[in-house]
Structure formats: C-alpha cells, structure tokens
C-alpha cells in the first residue's frame, strides 16, 4: 500500500468516525468544540438560529453519509458523492461558527473535516 492509498483510506475513516461519534454518541455532551458554548447539539444549533427539526434533518444526513462513505471503502462509487455532500455540511458549518463569531477552538474540527472531505475528493479523482 502506498502513501496516498493509506492517506486515502486514514481520510475516509477520520470523516466518518468522527462524524458518527459527534451525532450518535457525544450529541448531549458539553465539548469545548460546541458552538457558542453550547452544552449539546440541541442548544449548539439554536445558537446558530437554526431548529430543531434543521438539526435532525442535519444529523440524520450526516449519519447516512458518513455510513455511506465507509461503505466507499468497497464500493468506490459511493465516495464522491458521499465526501461532496459532507464538504457541503463542512462548510456549512464553518459559516455558522464564523457567523456567531466562535473563536478558532470550535471552528476547527469543521476546518480539519472540510480539509479531509477535500483530500478525500481529489484522492479519488486524480490518484485513485
């Protein structure tokens, strides 16, 4: 295995883990990460002006696409469209810290995940 194949797939796993670590197992708990110093997802979204009904609709597609892009590690045509729609929702969430004026702590795990989804897509554009 080459270097950009294991970037590629140390990439793949870093998204997805993460992702459904934040909406299945850490979304009541208090992390310095949170929004607006929020305590759970719940009050980490409504800083940011958004419902609850937004939040839901978010993780459920967040956890659906971070399934999916695992899935990608055998079914390479699931990775593109899966990293393009969690880039989106990266960068989203980039906009909102910057737009509550969060300091760089809680911005950066959407910087990080934004950075892999797009090392992610041009891995298996250009190289794989």
Request: charged share 10%; with cysteine.
């Amino acid at each position: 295995m080459n270097f950009l194949n294991a970037l590629y797939i140390f990439s793949i796993v870093y998204v997805s883990i993460t992702i459904l670590s934040v909406w299945l197992l850490r979304k009541n708990r208090k992390t310095i990460y949170r929004g607006g110093g929020a305590v759970n997802l719940l009050e980490e979204f409504q800083n940011y002006g958004l419902s609850k009904n937004i939040m839901i609709g978010v993780g459920v597609c967040k956890v659906s696409l971070s399934i999916l892009l695992l899935l990608g590690l055998r079914y390479s045509l699931l990775v593109l469209p899966s990293v393009f729609f969690l880039a989106l929702f990266m960068l989203a969430a980039v906009f909102f810290h910057l737009k509550i004026k969060d300091p760089i702590i809680p911005t950066v795990p959407s910087l990080l995940l934004l950075f892999f989804c797009l090392v992610i897509a041009c891995l298996r554009m250009f190289y794989l």
